[in-house]
Protein backbone atom coordinates (compact mmCIF):
# COMPACT_ATOMS: atom_id res chain seq x y z
CA UNK A 1 0.00 0.00 0.00
CA UNK A 2 2.72 2.10 1.10
CA UNK A 3 4.78 1.73 -2.17
CA UNK A 4 1.73 1.97 -4.51
CA UNK A 5 0.25 5.24 -3.33
CA UNK A 6 2.72 6.88 -0.93
CA UNK A 7 0.16 6.92 2.20
CA UNK A 8 2.32 5.50 4.81
CA UNK A 9 0.77 4.35 8.45
CA UNK A 10 1.79 7.55 9.99
CA UNK A 11 0.05 9.71 7.07
CA UNK A 12 -2.87 7.54 7.09
CA UNK A 13 -3.59 6.82 10.75
CA UNK A 14 -6.89 8.41 12.46
CA UNK A 15 -7.97 9.36 8.71
CA UNK A 16 -11.26 8.29 7.39
CA UNK A 17 -10.37 6.27 4.24
CA UNK A 18 -12.96 7.51 2.09
CA UNK A 19 -12.60 10.95 2.37
CA UNK A 20 -8.42 10.57 1.96
CA UNK A 21 -7.75 8.02 -0.27
CA UNK A 22 -10.97 8.12 -2.57
CA UNK A 23 -11.70 10.81 -4.82
CA UNK A 24 -14.98 12.68 -4.29
CA UNK A 25 -17.18 11.16 -6.68
CA UNK A 26 -16.21 7.57 -5.41
CA UNK A 27 -16.78 7.65 -1.93
CA UNK A 28 -20.09 6.68 -1.82
CA UNK A 29 -19.35 3.48 -3.74
CA UNK A 30 -16.54 3.24 -1.06
CA UNK A 31 -18.72 3.34 1.47
CA UNK A 32 -21.54 1.44 1.00
CA UNK A 33 -19.28 -1.42 -0.17
CA UNK A 34 -17.45 -1.43 3.07
CA UNK A 35 -20.44 -1.28 5.00
CA UNK A 36 -21.61 -4.17 3.10
CA UNK A 37 -18.63 -6.28 4.77
CA UNK A 38 -18.92 -4.68 8.24
CA UNK A 39 -22.95 -5.60 8.06
CA UNK A 40 -21.65 -9.34 7.67
CA UNK A 41 -21.77 -9.76 3.90
CA UNK A 42 -19.26 -11.92 2.01
CA UNK A 43 -16.04 -10.07 0.66
CA UNK A 44 -16.48 -9.34 -3.27
CA UNK A 45 -13.88 -8.19 -5.58
CA UNK A 46 -14.41 -3.67 -6.16
CA UNK A 47 -12.92 -1.43 -8.57
CA UNK A 48 -12.80 2.05 -7.90
CA UNK A 49 -10.30 5.16 -7.93
CA UNK A 50 -7.62 5.50 -5.42
CA UNK A 51 -5.61 8.91 -4.61
CA UNK A 52 -1.68 8.55 -4.08
CA UNK A 53 -0.03 10.98 -1.95
CA UNK A 54 0.69 13.06 -4.35
CA UNK A 55 -2.71 13.37 -6.22
CA UNK A 56 -2.61 10.96 -8.92
CA UNK A 57 -5.69 8.45 -9.58
CA UNK A 58 -4.80 5.26 -9.41
CA UNK A 59 -7.15 2.21 -10.51
CA UNK A 60 -7.65 -0.74 -8.16
CA UNK A 61 -9.41 -4.29 -7.49
CA UNK A 62 -10.00 -4.44 -3.92
CA UNK A 63 -11.80 -6.30 -1.53
CA UNK A 64 -11.97 -6.03 2.30
CA UNK A 65 -11.99 -9.14 4.66
CA UNK A 66 -12.26 -9.26 8.33
CA UNK A 67 -10.08 -10.33 10.76
CA UNK A 68 -10.19 -10.97 14.60
CA UNK A 69 -7.23 -9.39 17.00
CA UNK A 70 -6.03 -11.44 19.66
CA UNK A 71 -8.13 -9.10 21.99
CA UNK A 72 -10.92 -10.47 20.10
CA UNK A 73 -11.86 -7.13 18.42
CA UNK A 74 -12.81 -7.45 14.47
CA UNK A 75 -10.88 -5.72 12.01
CA UNK A 76 -10.62 -5.10 8.80
CA UNK A 77 -8.24 -5.88 6.05
CA UNK A 78 -8.39 -3.79 2.38
CA UNK A 79 -6.22 -5.02 -0.22
CA UNK A 80 -5.54 -4.28 -3.82
CA UNK A 81 -4.15 -5.02 -6.79
CA UNK A 82 -2.96 -1.74 -9.11
CA UNK A 83 -4.24 -2.17 -12.30
CA UNK A 84 -4.31 1.46 -13.86
CA UNK A 85 -1.68 0.36 -16.83
CA UNK A 86 -4.76 -2.49 -18.03
CA UNK A 87 -7.33 -0.10 -17.63
CA UNK A 88 -5.45 2.67 -19.31
CA UNK A 89 -5.28 -0.14 -22.17
CA UNK A 90 -8.32 -1.13 -22.24
CA UNK A 91 -9.92 2.16 -22.58
CA UNK A 92 -7.54 2.86 -25.34
CA UNK A 93 -8.26 -0.16 -26.90
CA UNK A 94 -12.20 1.07 -27.01
CA UNK A 95 -11.17 4.24 -28.08
CA UNK A 96 -9.43 3.01 -31.07
CA UNK A 97 -12.40 1.01 -31.72
CA UNK A 98 -14.83 3.87 -31.71
CA UNK A 99 -12.52 5.47 -34.37
CA UNK A 100 -12.86 2.57 -36.38
CA UNK A 101 -16.31 1.87 -36.90
CA UNK A 102 -16.42 5.70 -37.37
CA UNK A 103 -14.14 5.52 -40.48
CA UNK A 104 -15.73 2.02 -41.32
CA UNK A 105 -19.02 3.36 -41.56
CA UNK A 106 -17.88 5.93 -43.87
CA UNK A 107 -19.09 8.70 -41.93
CA UNK A 108 -18.55 12.06 -43.35
CA UNK A 109 -14.68 13.50 -42.26
CA UNK A 110 -16.55 16.48 -40.08
CA UNK A 111 -17.93 13.27 -38.13
CA UNK A 112 -14.71 11.42 -37.81
CA UNK A 113 -12.96 14.63 -36.42
CA UNK A 114 -15.48 14.74 -33.39
CA UNK A 115 -15.53 11.03 -32.71
CA UNK A 116 -11.30 11.29 -32.85
CA UNK A 117 -10.91 14.74 -30.93
CA UNK A 118 -13.50 13.65 -28.02
CA UNK A 119 -11.77 9.87 -27.56
CA UNK A 120 -8.07 11.89 -27.46
CA UNK A 121 -10.49 14.02 -24.94
CA UNK A 122 -11.86 11.36 -23.02
CA UNK A 123 -8.69 9.05 -23.12
CA UNK A 124 -6.55 11.83 -21.78
CA UNK A 125 -8.90 13.40 -18.87
CA UNK A 126 -8.74 16.17 -20.77
CA UNK A 127 -11.55 19.29 -19.79
CA UNK A 128 -11.24 20.21 -24.09
CA UNK A 129 -9.73 19.27 -26.75
CA UNK A 130 -9.10 20.41 -30.71
CA UNK A 131 -8.15 18.44 -33.66
CA UNK A 132 -6.51 21.27 -36.12
CA UNK A 133 -5.57 21.23 -39.70
CA UNK A 134 -2.06 23.28 -40.79
CA UNK A 135 -3.11 25.65 -43.76
CA UNK A 136 -0.65 26.09 -47.18
CA UNK A 137 2.08 28.21 -45.99
CA UNK A 138 2.14 27.08 -42.55
CA UNK A 139 1.46 30.52 -40.75
CA UNK A 140 -2.16 29.53 -39.77
CA UNK A 141 -4.35 26.02 -38.23
CA UNK A 142 -7.92 25.53 -39.08
CA UNK A 143 -10.48 23.97 -35.90
CA UNK A 144 -11.77 21.13 -37.73
CA UNK A 145 -12.98 19.29 -34.42
CA UNK A 146 -13.84 20.03 -30.70
CA UNK A 147 -14.80 18.37 -27.41
CA UNK A 148 -15.18 19.69 -23.93
CA UNK A 149 -16.30 19.20 -20.88
CA UNK A 150 -19.31 21.45 -20.04
CA UNK A 151 -18.82 24.76 -19.44
CA UNK A 152 -15.39 24.64 -20.42
CA UNK A 153 -14.56 26.97 -23.38
CA UNK A 154 -13.45 25.31 -26.59
CA UNK A 155 -12.86 27.46 -29.99
CA UNK A 156 -15.46 27.37 -32.52
CA UNK A 157 -15.37 24.90 -35.58
CA UNK A 158 -14.22 26.30 -38.46
CA UNK A 159 -11.41 29.15 -36.73
CA UNK A 160 -8.60 30.07 -38.04
CA UNK A 161 -6.07 31.02 -35.78
CA UNK A 162 -2.49 32.27 -36.76
CA UNK A 163 0.60 29.99 -35.47
CA UNK A 164 2.07 32.14 -32.45
CA UNK A 165 4.44 29.76 -31.01
CA UNK A 166 2.23 27.73 -28.68
CA UNK A 167 1.97 23.79 -28.10
CA UNK A 168 0.33 23.79 -31.75
CA UNK A 169 3.33 25.48 -33.50
CA UNK A 170 5.87 23.61 -31.44
CA UNK A 171 4.48 20.24 -32.66
CA UNK A 172 4.77 21.67 -35.85
CA UNK A 173 8.30 22.55 -35.75
CA UNK A 174 9.72 19.53 -33.75
CA UNK A 175 7.34 17.16 -35.44
CA UNK A 176 7.06 15.49 -32.25
CA UNK A 177 4.91 15.51 -28.79
CA UNK A 178 4.92 18.98 -26.63
CA UNK A 179 3.63 19.75 -23.58
CA UNK A 180 2.89 23.94 -22.47
CA UNK A 181 2.69 24.99 -18.77
CA UNK A 182 0.29 27.26 -19.91
CA UNK A 183 0.39 29.85 -16.46
CA UNK A 184 4.17 30.19 -16.77
CA UNK A 185 4.56 30.16 -20.48
CA UNK A 186 5.57 33.93 -22.00
CA UNK A 187 4.22 33.23 -25.60
CA UNK A 188 1.56 34.95 -27.30
CA UNK A 189 0.01 31.95 -27.92
CA UNK A 190 -0.20 31.15 -24.53
CA UNK A 191 -1.64 34.80 -22.94
CA UNK A 192 -4.53 33.36 -25.73
CA UNK A 193 -4.52 30.22 -23.99
CA UNK A 194 -4.97 31.82 -20.38
CA UNK A 195 -7.52 33.97 -21.64
CA UNK A 196 -9.11 30.58 -22.54
CA UNK A 197 -8.82 29.54 -19.07
CA UNK A 198 -6.70 26.85 -20.05
CA UNK A 199 -3.86 25.58 -17.21
CA UNK A 200 -1.73 22.88 -19.18
CA UNK A 201 -1.88 22.05 -23.04
CA UNK A 202 -0.45 19.05 -24.71
CA UNK A 203 -0.30 18.52 -28.88
CA UNK A 204 1.28 16.21 -30.84
CA UNK A 205 1.43 16.22 -34.60
CA UNK A 206 -0.58 14.51 -37.19
CA UNK A 207 1.08 13.31 -40.57
CA UNK A 208 -0.76 11.77 -43.81
CA UNK A 209 1.88 9.93 -46.26
CA UNK A 210 5.05 11.46 -44.62
CA UNK A 211 3.81 15.22 -44.71
CA UNK A 212 2.76 17.24 -42.06
CA UNK A 213 -1.48 17.45 -42.04
CA UNK A 214 -2.09 18.51 -38.53
CA UNK A 215 -2.10 18.06 -34.89
CA UNK A 216 -4.22 16.95 -31.62
CA UNK A 217 -4.04 19.33 -28.70
CA UNK A 218 -5.71 18.01 -24.83
CA UNK A 219 -6.07 20.81 -22.30
CA UNK A 220 -6.71 21.47 -18.75
CA UNK A 221 -8.36 24.01 -16.67
CA UNK A 222 -7.14 24.54 -13.22
CA UNK A 223 -9.03 23.03 -10.60
CA UNK A 224 -12.00 24.92 -9.15
CA UNK A 225 -11.54 26.34 -5.61
Known amino acids: FVETTGWTSEDAAGRVFWEDIVPPEEAGRMRSALKEVFSGAPPRRHESQWLTR ?3 RISVEWEARPITDPEGKRLYVISGIDVTSRKAKEQEEAS ?3 VAVAVASERRPEQIFAVVTEEVGRLFG ?3 ANLVRFEPGGKEIVIVGRWSEPGVHSYDLGRRIPLLGGPITMA ?3 EGPVRMDVESAPSVAAEELRKLGLKSVVAA ?4 SGRPWGAVSASLTPPKS
Open 126 to 128: AHT
Open 205 to 208: PITV
Open 96 to 98: LRR
Open 172 to 174: HDT
Open 54 to 56: DGR
